[in-house]
């Protein structure tokens, strides 16, 4: 067994308390065959997920030690067939827990996930933040499972069941967001907060809705060295970052005419990158629409910035589509001097500014554009 020396920068979010340490995990599932192997996983299922260890059956149990750093989150998976890693399924036999400094105990049956986890105070935060805050998604995760396998193969294909599906899910996860900002404010000194608070706030950080669950952390949370490294990222605003200013610029509308972006101040500005050869674009664009007839009487209105090189495919899209709202384009495809300047990687891509142009939101899709125009202009 290889012992292992956890770098904060590979396990994010679960790298924050200041806990350097020796860590023990023991796994006891007596009813396992000798086959089986244990794994320790970070990020399991993303295409970065990375094996850590791993540990064969010895007298009963499955063990792995090392050092730690920071309280870590990983996957403990049990691979009953002794198969390759390459091999697993996604109905493999896992189970996530923290790697602290201490002793950490997984004691089961045959399975580990079904397995109970005691460890020192993260793993014990853990666990009740899995049974308030995460236990409905759990709940809607088995009762789709159940749909899905009672369904039939025409019902599978059908939009309107696809679309009940999709809303229980969309309601789902505002309750378990609205839970995640409640234990947040109830647990300030807790790691899972800190945590939790790294996780809701995502790669672009909304600063002004952000910035005042961190200052209610602990000193002691905030003064860790993730707490210091997410302070950096709230408050180091960069040009495209949340709350700033939008960058200006100038392109050619339909008829050839220059217009900047900085003349449509005064208004909820929605600037929307897409192209008439994007389908994903297309297939958003009634939904920009809908947003668009809605609240157009309300003082928003949309820029479209498209990233089409031929300028009657551009023209063509416009019309087929439907879109009344100001065009504009340098014909320069993925060289779209506009998309430079906003950093435009792919598309669709949008960025919401308020009346002053500052940048209020980003990349809001379906439902979203128009809930947050109602949170806005109810």
Not at 201 to 219: Q, T, Y
Not at 339 to 355: C, H, M, R
């Amino acid at each position: 067994m290889k012992k292992i020396f956890i770098l904060a920068a590979m396990l994010a979010p679960g790298w924050v308390l200041a806990q350097s340490g020796k860590y023990t995990l023991t796994i006891k599932l007596p009813a396992l065959t000798t086959s089986a192997k244990a794994y320790l996983i970070t990020n399991y299922g993303w295409s970065n997920q990375q094996v850590l260890d791993s540990a064969m059956l010895n007298k009963g149990a499955f063990r792995f030690s090392g050092q730690v750093k920071d309280p870590a989150m990983v996957h403990v998976l049990i691979d009953h067939t002794g198969k390759d890693f390459a091999k697993w399924k996604k109905t493999a036999d896992v189970n996530d827990c923290y790697l602290e400094k201490g002793a950490i105990q997984i004691t089961g049956t045959d399975s580990v996930i079904h397995a109970a986890i005691t460890g020192g105070p993260v793993n014990n935060d853990y666990k009740r933040y899995k049974h308030t805050v995460l236990f409905r998604r759990e709940q809607l995760g088995k009762t789709v499972d159940s749909m899905f396998r009672t369904a039939t193969q025409q019902q599978k294909k059908d939009p309107h069941f696809i679309d009940t599906v999709m809303k229980q899910y969309q309601i789902v996860s505002k309750e378990t967001d609205s839970l995640k900002y409640v234990f947040i404010r109830q647990n300030p000194a807790s790691y899972i907060s800190l945590a939790t608070l790294i996780e809701v706030a995502g790669k672009d950080v909304d600063v002004p809705r952000i910035a005042p669950f961190f200052k209610r952390l602990s000193p002691a949370l905030r003064n860790t060295g993730t707490g210091k490294q997410f302070a950096k990222k709230l408050y180091n605003l960069g040009r495209l970052s949340i709350g700033v200013l939008a960058p200006d610029f100038t392109q050619n509308d339909v008829n050839g005419k220059p217009v900047k972006l900085s003349d449509f101040k005064g208004k909820y500005t929605l600037v929307d990158f897409w192209a008439s050869w994007c389908g994903p674009c297309r297939a958003e664009n009634p939904n920009v629409l809908k947003a668009y007839l809605a609240f157009k009487q309300k003082n928003f209105t949309i820029v479209g910035v498209s990233l089409d090189t031929n300028k009657d495919a551009w023209l063509g899209a416009v019309k087929k589509d439907d879109l009344p709202w100001q065009q504009l384009s340098d014909l320069k495809g993925w060289k779209n001097e506009a998309g430079k300047l906003y950093e435009v990687s792919a598309i669709p891509q949008n960025f919401l500014l308020d009346p002053q142009g500052r940048i209020i939101a980003k990349n809001l899709r379906g439902e979203a554009l128009i809930e947050k125009l109602q949170e806005l202009m109810p």
